[in-house]
T-cell receptor, first 110, second 119 residues
Framework: ELKVEQNPLFLSMQEGKNYTIYCNYSTTSDRLYWYRQDPGKSLESLFVLLSNGAVKQEGRLMASLDTKARLSTLHITAAVHDLSATYFCAVGLYGNKLVFGAGTILRVKS | GAVVSQHPSRVICKSGTSVKIECRSLDFQATTMFWYRQFPKKSLMLMATSNEGSKATYEQGVEKDKFLINHASLTLSTLTVTSAHPEDSSFYIC???????????????FGPGTRLTVL
């Protein structure tokens, strides 16, 4: 059974600071997704990582994938309040199924 | 703009009644749609995979007779919660797998979700 572990589960950070969210998974996969969810809303796709060593950046967020270590990271640079949300990683399985991590609640304080 | 819609966005029903939730892909054909449920402050749990023209595949522990899924066309899947009870109250989210012109391949697009409250 695939397990997807995110940490930390809750992150409170000051504006302007940097931090990394980690996503570890227990079985082979070459597809890793990051999503953002605002309270009461559905999921917004942030990144799709499809190969070992993939790195993608959008604004203050950068995601990477190491399939050998079964690890993906979401790095936040110079956080701003608008980044406050819940962030999920999800691992792709056969049949295009996704298994989600528990989510990281991010609160950026001014 | 939104590429997957869900209807209704919120529904309140009495215990014992049935509720139908629609999921539509708006700008692409989705051969596969997925249904998830999410409890407050929790992650998404896959309930079932819906393929157009065939029976849905349910995840372990999900009652197929309670959560009826129909994928009648390449742009529409429906989830019917039959004989709903308060423990069925949850946030139900659908997603559709497909490719938008110019978009990333092999990605799922999520609907806005339906909040079901069973009294």
């Amino acid at each position: 059974e695939l397990k997807v572990e995110q940490n930390p589960l809750f992150l409170s950070m000051q504006e302007g600071k940097n931090y990394t969210i980690y996503c570890n998974y227990s079985t082979t996969s070459d597809r890793l997704y990051w999503y953002r969810q605002d309270p009461g809303k559905s999921l917004e796709s942030l990144f799709v990582l499809l190969s070992n060593g993939a790195v993608k950046q959008e604004g203050r967020l950068m995601a990477s994938l190491d399939t050998k270590a079964r690890l993906s990271t979401l790095h936040i640079t110079a956080a701003v309040h608008d980044l406050s949300a819940t962030y999920f990683c999800a691992v792709g399985l056969y049949g295009n199924k996704l298994v989600f991590g528990a989510g990281t609640i991010l609160r950026v304080k001014s | 703009g939104a590429v997957v819609s869900q209807h209704p966005s919120r529904v309140i029903c009495k215990s014992g009644t049935s509720v139908k939730i629609e999921c539509r892909s708006l700008d692409f054909q989705a051969t596969t749609m997925f249904w998830y449920r999410q409890f407050p402050k929790k992650s998404l749990m896959l309930m079932a995979t819906s393929n157009e023209g065939s029976k849905a595949t349910y995840e372990q522990g999900v009652e197929k007779d309670k959560f009826l899924i129909n994928h009648a066309s390449l742009t529409l899947s429906t989830l019917t919660v039959t004989s709903a009870h308060p423990e069925d109250s949850s946030f139900y989210i659908c997603s559709a797998r497909g490719e938008l012109a110019g978009g990333p391949r092999d990605t799922q697009y999520f609907g806005p979700g339906t909040r079901l409250t069973v009294l």
